[in-house]
């Protein structure tokens, strides 16, 4: 295999960006995607309708500046998620139609729902992004569990119900596996809770014309000819005489540095010579994927809007925790998507798909009535069980781990540089964090004169 | 490379134990080792007084009885740990000797701790050590760490800073790296707190003749000629078939199952093809290893012994928090092996190697006094470092990860079998539960008629 300047693993939102930062300061790259697809936990699928649908991450919102702006330079256009009508909140068999902040909780337990935000908001304030070990009392915070905080700070078990529902939503993933102060640099990584949970004028305001893979498509389109390759897994990273080589599938390619835009668990799993030092090393032992099964149900109408309905819906009573209005933009059919997350990921993933399929098809016939019976079509994507991605939407740390190895998760190593979105200081977990992910990873190569 | 009935990945104990019970039974066995020598976590070293020490794993206790079986089959000797003496507490300055079951702590506080250690008793008697999900309350016990547990337990800041020193001597972790589940199971696999802690009659009861590291070589020594490759790190699994192919670093193998007996933090780096199922990879995940720098300092005499000293300290205030008499069986010269644990390993690991060897020298003199001040050889083993074991003494169990992926800890995936001191259910954690999950392993194998 020919050389190149650098080279990116994965071929994500944060592996493209950075190649196309690469080449656009006149490097040469080599991109390597184990998939035969570019996109990462981007991907897109189309419905017997015509309808796109999205299986990955899907919406972008007006605080992800860098995200937004990508998408102009791509001539990529967005359109707003569906947000009209009225929500429903699922309890205990009651359905509760909402169209406020209250997220349908109990007119009771809202003032302490709102107490229990502020005090996440305002210990959230406390964490320096580029160094959240560093927050004051980071061992505190992050030797507990979220789980253990919510415990210890509210004894009203709908606002604890609330912020669990909420856990679930953001993370795809339960309290006990998040770390305190996981959550709050999260929070303040995305500006603030309301930010993170809310559709119009937070991050699911606005969705891709064409799918959010396109993004990744459009970048690999722009990248020069032969830059690119896909089905080529990498197995391992060398570093040696001042360059680095890759072996992949069918070979190897030398560069003078190399992007790693994995996951960290999955950069984890590459073979290293000379090997990653024990910090890194054990960074990628314990920052595991969140979990999620996303799935897409399509209709001839989205019937629901005439009934009043956004089709956006927290159940506490089902698998199927989350849906939203998932339709074209013209409206031409109806999707509703939805997201079996956490442990009802996990459960679900152990049924049958016809059992599942059923399971979801009960949820939305709850949630939206008969009409929901008979999708005219149904896909689903389990991102736990994908070989190079392993979960989503992302990797969390649990109790101890941010202040124990923290600082590795993007501090170059040599000339083995880190992007994704985990390891991005602003839109942590999200395309916009990947996005500037990918260009940090890339400024640190270009300053390094690869 | 030629075929085999099995192959095993690993040469550690479990491995070469599963080989010999594999050969046993008339089936040929390919075993692939990554390292230049066997022993995975055993490993022996010579000090220039000729005193053989382990640098890993060292000790058996009687209720280890299948790793002091297998060591009677090899011809090996065991020896007693020295334990006569006084023990030393050291506690904000203040140093406690002791011979009873104290361990040196307070007499106003004992009580709380045998308290506590009684309810902790309690509740790991109630865990069924084949599926410690199934344990009464599962769920709410392994959602909470240990350290959360300790802090609803007990007022009594000595309790708890007992339980927390416990818990880094026994894990190389610490509290809030492990879920309260996983701490009760570890306690009833290995028969009682009292077992884990004691020496004699306890888990630290013996030492083998000639050093840990003796059982897999003489493992690998009666294994038929050509059964092992060491140098042979195994990057790709795949079933096909009716069979299993395995990709090393010179070559491939193939056989009807393979039994990979390795920690499953790296079990999971290897490739599957097909893909692990989910829960099997969730699982790897989330199973860190603990940390750990194990250290000897050699002198010319076991000088401590006259001063009526057992060697054995525990420390609340030093990085090198646990010390032990590692002198060879017959005294003829004096050494002292200890360990920095948990985030006492991870700071020591930032020092220099000089500033390491300074730190321990302190503390041996304090512990021992000045007679320490000057050993004639001192060697350690950074276990985080090593890219073949990526920490010490095992793997454990954060909070919810249990119930969540626990069933998929020794489960067989087709053709693929798993080993190693995690996998077993007595004796997790120590050589003789390597020993049982290799003969648990070789059984799987063989009854399904490799």
């Known amino acids: 295999m020919g050389n190149a300047d650098v080279i990116v693993v994965g071929a994500g939102i944060a592996g493209l960006t950075a190649a196309r930062e690469v080449t656009g300061a006149g490097r040469s790259v080599q991109v390597l995607e184990a998939r035969h697809r570019v996109g990462g936990r981007t991907t897109g699928d189309t419905l017997g309708t015509g309808a796109v649908v999205e299986m990955g991450g899907q919406w972008v919102g007006p605080q992800q500046t860098e995200v937004l702006a990508l998408l102009d330079e791509l001539g990529l256009a967005t359109f707003p998620t569906y947000d009209e009508g009225h929500h429903l909140t699922i309890r205990d068999g009651t359905i509760t139609r909402y169209r406020d902040q209250t997220f349908g909780m109990p007119e009771a337990s809202l003032p302490e729902i709102a107490r229990v935000g502020e005090e996440l908001e305002s210990l959230a304030a406390s964490v320096p992004l580029s160094a959240p070990w560093l927050t004051p009392d980071a061992l505190a915070l992050d030797r507990q569990t979220f789980a253990a905080w919510l415990a210890a700070t509210t004894d009203d078990p709908e606002a604890a119900r609330f912020f669990h529902l909420l856990t679930e939503a953001l993370f795809s993933a339960e309290p006990w596996e998040l770390a305190l102060l996981h959550v709050l640099f999260y929070v303040r990584s995305n500006g603030s809770l309301d930010n993170l949970a809310a559709t119009t004028g937070g991050n699911q305001e606005a969705r891709v014309v064409g799918g959010s893979h396109r993004i990744s498509e459009r970048l690999a389109e722009q990248l020069p000819p032969g830059s690119l390759q896909l089905d080529a897994a990498v197995s391992v990273v060398r570093q040696r005489d001042g360059g680095v080589t890759v072996t992949y599938d069918r070979g190897e390619v030398s560069a003078a540095r190399v992007i790693v ?138 109790a101890g781990a941010w202040t124990a190895y923290g600082e590795a998760l993007a501090a170059p190593v040599g000339r083995i540089h880190w992007a994704g979105a985990e390891t991005a200081e602003v839109s942590n977990g999200y395309m916009d964090g990947a996005v500037r992910s990918g260009r940090r990873a890339a400024a640190e190569v270009l300053a390094a004169n690869a």
Request: charged share 20%; hydrophobic share 35%.
């Open 261 to 398: 835009a994995l996951p960290p668990t999955l950069a984890g799993r590459l073979r290293y010579d000379p090997p990653m030092p024990a910090p890194r090393d054990g960074l990628t032992q314990q920052l595991p994927m969140g979990c999620v099964i996303k799935i897409q149900a399509g209709y001839p109408t989205p019937f629901w809007r005439e009934a009043g309905l956004s089709g956006q819906v927290l159940s506490c009573d089902d698998l199927l925790g989350f849906t939203f209005d998932n339709s074209p933009p013209d409206g031409s059919s109806g999707v509703l998507t939805g997201f079996f997350e956490g442990a009802h990921a996990r459960q679900a993933a152990e049924l049958t798909a016809d059992r599942r399929r059923e399971l979801v098809v009960d949820s939305l016939v709850r949630f939206f009535g008969d009409a929901a019976a008979e999708p005219i079509e149904y896909v689903e994507l389990d991102w736990m069980a994908e070989e190079h991605t392993r979960g989503c939407y992302g990797g969390r740390l649990g």
